[in-house]
Each structure stands twice: as C-alpha cells, then as structure tokens.
C-alpha cells in the first residue's frame, strides 16, 4: 500500500492525543490522529466498569484552554462518571471540528525512523501506512490492562471479566468474585454491591481511601466556580499536585494528639484523597512518624464504620499510606451489607483458579458465577513495550527502557528523532488533564522551534539520564518508596521497577522546561542540516 503523506502523526484520541492535534493544526502542520477504539475517549471510552469515575474534581477535570466551555459547559455533581467524561471528550472533538483529523478503528502495529528520509514510517492494523515528519504517542497512562498471574485462570467456567473489557451483563443474580482493591477496585466493589446477590472481595493488599466527597452541585457552587475560575486555575499552576486543594506545609507532630485527629477529621469529611495527602498536614509523603498518623486514623475510621470486627481487620492495611491517594463513595460502607464479604488473602492466599471458583490455601474453594479482575494496568510504559518503535541505528524503544523506562521531561528520548510521547515515564506526579496540557505545551514548543530549524528535534543522551537522576534524587525520604505499586512498576511481576514519575509538582515541570525553551532547547539536538 503506497504510504500516506503528513507532516505529524497523533497515536491515540484520548485527552492528550486530542489536544496535541488541535495544538499541531494551529501551527498549519498536515495532522492526523489514530485511535484504535470505534470512537474517541482513550481511557474514558475502555474503562466502562461500573462506577468508573474521575478522582479529580468535576470542575478541574477538563480542558483549562477553552473558556467559554469552562463556563457553560454543564456537570452536575462534584466527580465525573466514565460516561460523563467521554460525552465531555466527544463535545470537544465536535465542537472544535477534531473529527476530519481522526482516524478510529486504527491501531499503529510498528513505527520505524527512516534515516535517510528522516521521516517516521508508521504501519497500521487496517494496512494503511503513514509516513510522518513528526511522531507524538498519546497512548495513554493507563490502557494496557494487567492480568494477575494466578493459576488456573482460564478454567473458570463462570464469567471472567477484565474491568478494561466490561460487557454488557445483568449480574443481579449472581455470585460475584473482585480481586483488586486499588482504585478500580474500589470502585467497582462499592458500585456492585447494591446489584448482585453475593459479592466477595478478595484483598491481598488492602489500601487505605478517604471518602470523595461525591455529590449533586448546587448552583450557588457552580455560579461561585465560574466566577472564579481565574483564580482557580492560576493557583492550579502555581501548585504540586494540580488538584485544586490546599497543600499546607505544618508539620504533623507540630499539633496536639487532639488537635491533630480533629485536623484529619475535617479534611475526611471535606473529601478527595489528594485533599486528605496534602491538604492536613505537609509531612505525611516525607516523615514515616507523620505518615503513620494518618494510618491510624484511617483504621480508626475502618473501625467506625464496619461493624463486623473480622471484616474490618481485614480491610486495614499493614504498610504505609504511600500509594496514589485514593477516594471512593461510600467504600467501606458496602462492608456492613449482608451481601458483602471479604477473604483476607494475607490469610488465606489464593492457589488457584478452578472451573468452579477460587480455591485458597485451606482447600476451601469459593464458588463464584462471576469472576471481575480488577488487577489495574501495564501503567506508563506498558503501553509502548507492546508496539515495535525503532529508532536511530534501528535500535528499538524495548532495548532503550530495558533496564527502566526513561524520557528527558517525560516527552522525549534520546535515538528517537521527531518522536515524542505524552504521559509518558518521569512525567509530572499530579492532575492529568493538567499534566497533559503542561506536556502538549512543551512537545509543541518542540516541534515549533523544528519547524523554524531544519525539521529535526531529538533529546540528548545526557538530558535524559539528568532528568532520570533528577527524578530518583526526588523520591529520596518518600515514603512511596515503601510500597509496592504501580508507581514505581512494582506491580508487574519481573519488571525491573524505576521511578515513574517527575514528584517535584507540576509548577516545577513547567518552570523546567520553560527555560528550556527560554534557553533555547540545549536538552535536545538540533541538526543543521537541510530538511528533506
């Protein structure tokens, strides 16, 4: 098939694939953007479990760019549900007319820089092959869904549902099994209880989640929003995490015993997880003492609100409060349901699947109808390993993160001329509509300076192993680092684990790569030469 002509080429119509198009259209490139799904959303249009929701409040989990939207666009309750926010992405594709640059129900199967053209030749699941001046992969943080290595899997004769993969199913009579109880998890347990007849959670690693504050909107709130939206996304930029909460610095231990519950119980009942992190005290992500505060309180008010005594020493975790904060809508709550039960695995491991259920270590075998993995994702750079991207001297980017994914600025990697990637490795720790906007800024600011050079952009071996230092020298006294999660790539088995995240806040980022624009990209190559 003869290849397709464009100057860029967009992997993927989610958030960031859909504003890095519009970004690229306004610099009058000849854009286009694929997507594998038969419609836009990325992660918003996978991930249809139920209760899906945003962790990030209604009114900052949206384009900040487009004002008029700000204003009038309408929600109604302080999160945002999966259909929600995919009826918020497809609004923004058709109003903006994004649509004649999108390409649905294609998949990029294998992109290679071609050196002596020095254009990118991407080959496609439907055959159509694209030959791109510039690559921007917006594959999405969380896509590649991660599958639990337990044996036996495939023999369950009941349902086996992957919460990336929901059918349409009536499970109301049915026997329902949930391993996982990270976010997803949570949020699938919460929003099935009420609908099926039996509902057992299987928890290995309970995790700590403060209440979300989930809720109708008044219009007095709505109205106090809108005429503050300046401000709002002014100190937004201004801010580490991005999440519209206050980020106080008093220390934990700086308080009395009694003033100190008070404090977390006032940002408990407020809601959101990045809130009760960051928004009580300054110390709980440094100080392991201060951080221990907020377990206990947390178990305290596991212990308050399930009643069964078993249950709820089941539902407290042994390690720190150090995963990505979560929150849910009444978590705990579905615990006190005669529906509900949870089997401890820390007690009683699993050993394997069988037709059946699930039988555990006592040869005890609980019989399920329905089996829901909601074991999370591949997150950051899992998406990337499943595609062939070869760059300069045909060396792929599987061998550049074998010993650990790395990017210069979380966009850019050094052999890959002209490719860049959004929510990639070592991106801003923080709110991803804005984090994506941050990382589209600069990836434009990129590949506009090319376009005034010769056409040809790609990040320095030494800029990028400074930034993987940068970022490792950040997590030094986290206590995330004490966990096993997906922040760090420990949840996939034999995957070496690596800093995923730039954790110096997101006004950092943007203070960092605005010099490097200021100083004139020096992170990056510029090649004098003629473009081809």
Same mark, same amino acid.
């Given at each position: !098939?003869?290849?397709?002509?464009?100057?860029?080429?967009?992997?993927?119509?989610?958030?960031?694939?859909?504003?890095?198009?519009?970004?690229?259209?306004?610099?009058?490139?000849?854009?286009?953007?694929?997507?594998?799904?038969?419609?836009?959303?990325?992660?918003?249009?996978?991930? *249809?479990?139920?209760?899906?929701?945003?962790?990030?409040?209604?009114?900052?989990?949206?384009?900040?760019?487009?004002?008029?939207?700000?204003?009038?666009?309408?929600?109604?309750?302080?999160?945002?549900?999966?259909?929600?926010?995919?009826?918020?992405?497809?609004?923004?594709? +058709?109003?903006? +007319?994004?649509?004649?640059?999108?390409?649905?129900?294609?998949? !990029?199967?294998?992109?290679?820089?071609?050196?002596?053209?020095? *254009?990118?030749?991407?080959?496609?699941?439907?055959?159509?092959?694209?030959?791109?001046? =510039?690559?921007?992969?917006?594959?999405?943080?969380?896509?590649?869904?991660?599958?639990?290595?337990?044996?036996?899997?495939? #023999?369950?004769?009941?349902?086996?549902?992957?919460?990336?993969?929901?059918?349409?199913? +009536?499970?109301?009579?049915?026997?329902?099994?949930?391993?996982?109880?990270?976010?997803?998890?949570?949020?699938?347990?919460?929003?099935?209880?009420?609908?099926?007849?039996?509902?057992?959670?299987?928890?290995?690693?309970?995790? =700590?989640?403060?209440?979300?504050?989930?809720?109708?909107?008044?219009?007095?709130?709505?109205?106090?929003?809108?005429?503050?939206?300046? %401000?709002?996304?002014?100190?937004?930029?201004?801010?580490?995490?991005?999440?519209?909460?206050?980020?106080?610095?008093?220390?934990?231990?700086?308080?009395?015993?009694?003033?100190?519950?008070?404090?977390?119980?006032?940002?408990?009942?407020?809601?959101?997880?990045?809130?009760?992190?960051?928004?009580?005290?300054?110390?709980?992500?440094?100080?392991?003492?201060?951080?221990?505060?907020?377990?206990?309180?947390?178990?305290?008010?596991?212990?308050?609100?399930?009643?069964?005594?078993?249950?709820?020493?089941?539902?407290?975790?042994?390690?720190? =409060?150090?995963?990505?904060?979560?929150?849910?809508?009444?978590?705990?709550?579905?615990?006190? *349901?005669?529906?509900?039960?949870?089997? %401890?695995?820390?007690?009683?491991?699993?050993?394997?699947?069988?037709?059946?259920?699930?039988?555990?270590?006592?040869?005890?075998?609980?019989?399920?109808?329905?089996?829901?993995?909601?074991?999370?994702?591949?997150?950051?750079?899992?998406?990337?390993?499943?595609?062939?991207?070869?760059?300069?001297?045909?060396?792929?980017?599987?061998?550049?993160?074998?010993?650990?994914?790395?990017?210069?600025?979380?966009?850019?990697?050094?052999?890959?001329? #002209?490719?860049?990637?959004?929510?990639?490795?070592?991106?801003?720790?923080? #709110?991803?509509?804005?984090?994506?906007?941050?990382?589209?800024?600069?990836?434009?600011?990129?590949?506009?300076?090319?376009?005034?050079?010769?056409? =040809?952009?790609?990040?320095?071996?030494?800029?990028?192993?400074?930034?993987?230092?940068?970022?490792?020298?950040?997590?030094?006294?986290?206590?995330?680092?004490?966990?096993?999660?997906?922040?760090?790539?420990?949840?996939?088995?034999?995957?070496?684990?690596?800093?995923?995240?730039?954790?110096?806040?997101?006004?950092?980022?943007?203070?960092?790569?605005?010099?490097?624009? %200021?100083?004139?990209?020096?992170?990056?190559?510029?090649?004098?030469?003629?473009?081809?």
């Amino acid at each position: !098939m003869a290849e397709t002509l464009c100057d860029a080429l967009v992997v993927g119509a989610g958030l960031g694939g859909i504003y890095q198009t519009l970004k690229l259209r306004a610099l009058h490139l000849h854009v286009v953007c694929i997507e594998s799904a038969p419609e836009v959303g990325g992660t918003w249009y996978w991930n *249809r479990y139920p209760g899906a929701m945003s962790d990030t409040e209604s009114y900052l989990y949206r384009y900040s760019w487009d004002k008029e939207d700000l204003q009038t666009y309408p929600w109604d309750k302080h999160y945002l549900y999966q259909p929600d926010i995919l009826r918020y992405i497809k609004h923004v594709v +058709d109003k903006h +007319d994004v649509r004649k640059q999108i390409l649905l129900d294609t998949t !990029m199967e294998t992109a290679t820089w071609n050196e002596q053209e020095e *254009r990118w030749v991407i080959k496609c699941n439907t055959g159509k092959v694209f030959s791109a001046r =510039y690559l921007v992969n917006a594959l999405g943080i969380l896509s590649k869904p991660n599958y639990p290595n337990i044996t036996g899997l495939q #023999n369950f004769q009941g349902d086996l549902i992957h919460t990336t993969s929901w059918p349409e199913i +009536d499970l109301s009579s049915k026997r329902v099994g949930v391993i996982g109880n990270g976010s997803t998890g949570i949020q699938v347990l919460t929003a099935l209880a009420p609908k099926v007849k039996k509902l057992i959670s299987f928890q290995r690693s309970p995790q =700590y989640s403060v209440p979300s504050g989930q809720g109708p909107v008044t219009k007095e709130y709505r109205a106090w929003v809108n005429n503050n939206y300046d %401000d709002i996304y002014e100190q937004v930029w201004k801010s580490s995490t991005a999440f519209g909460v206050p980020e106080v610095s008093r220390p934990t231990m700086s308080v009395s015993p009694e003033e100190r519950r008070e404090i977390f119980e006032q940002v408990w009942n407020q809601g959101n997880g990045f809130r009760f992190m960051f928004s009580a005290f300054g110390d709980l992500t440094t100080s392991v003492e201060a951080n221990q505060e907020a377990c206990k309180f947390i178990h305290s008010k596991i212990d308050e609100i399930v009643k069964d005594p078993k249950k709820a020493k089941a539902l407290k975790p042994t390690e720190l =409060y150090a995963r990505r904060p979560l929150c849910d809508n009444g978590y705990y709550e579905i615990f006190n *349901r005669d529906n509900v039960e949870i089997v %401890d695995l820390r007690q009683k491991p699993i050993t394997e699947v069988v037709p059946a259920g699930v039988k555990l270590s006592d040869d005890t075998i609980v019989e399920l109808d329905t089996l829901v993995l909601a074991t999370g994702f591949d997150a950051l750079d899992g998406s990337y390993l499943r595609v062939a991207i070869k760059g300069q001297q045909g060396r792929t980017l599987r061998d550049h993160w074998k010993g650990g994914a790395t990017t210069y600025a979380g966009v850019a990697c050094a052999g890959f001329p #002209n490719m860049f990637v959004i929510s990639g490795p070592q991106g801003p720790f923080a #709110n991803f509509p804005c984090t994506i906007e941050s990382e589209v800024n600069f990836v434009t600011e990129c590949i506009e300076r090319a376009e005034n050079g010769t056409g =040809y952009i790609v990040a320095k071996a030494e800029a990028e192993k400074d930034w993987l230092d940068l970022c490792n020298h950040l997590t030094e006294g986290s206590v995330f680092k004490s966990t096993r999660s997906w922040i760090f790539g420990q949840n996939i088995e034999g995957r070496e684990p690596s800093v995923k995240f730039f954790f110096g806040g997101l006004a950092a980022y943007i203070a960092r790569t605005k010099d490097e624009v %200021d100083a004139g990209f020096p992170s990056f190559d510029l090649m004098d030469r003629p473009r081809i």
